[in-house]
Nanobody, 122 residues
Framework: QVQLVESGGGLVQPGGSLRLSCAAS????????MGWYRQAPGKERELVAV???????NYADSVKGRFAITRDNAENTVYLQMNSLKPEDTAVYSC????????????????WGKGTLVTVSS
């Protein structure tokens, strides 16, 4: 079984910064893509950023130029650096790991973290 544990959420003032971390643990041979989703109260979950094992990234238009996703493949950890935060960034941010393989020959499975709350408010 694989677990994803997020950390780094909290309360920050508009214009401030936060760095989220997500560590995957368990029997892991490889992870394809890792990413972050968020869900604000009363809204649907949306993709924030994703990074492949090769380092290719993709961002939601609403966070381009403000957020940066990075990854440590050796530690199976993904980070989200969030700068110039706005009140509309307030949401529960959840980590996602796609096609996690426990061995070279097993099929990949997707996993989700439980989420961490980010609140942007003065």
């Amino acid at each position: 079984q694989v677990q994803l544990v997020e950390s780094g959420g909290g309360l920050v003032q508009p214009g401030g910064s936060l760095r989220l971390s997500c560590a995957a643990s368990g029997r892991i041979f490889s992870i394809n893509a890792m990413g972050w989703y968020r869900q604000a109260p009363g809204k649907e979950r949306e993709l924030v950023a994703v990074i492949t094992s090769g380092g290719s990234t993709n961002y939601a238009d609403s966070v381009k130029g403000r957020f940066a996703i990075t990854r440590d493949n050796a530690e199976n950890t993904v980070y989200l650096q969030m700068n110039s935060l706005k009140p509309e960034d307030t949401a529960v941010y959840s980590c996602y790991a796609a096609s996690v393989k426990s061995t070279r020959y097993t099929n990949g499975k997707d996993y989700w973290g439980k989420g961490t709350l980010v609140t942007v408010s003065s």
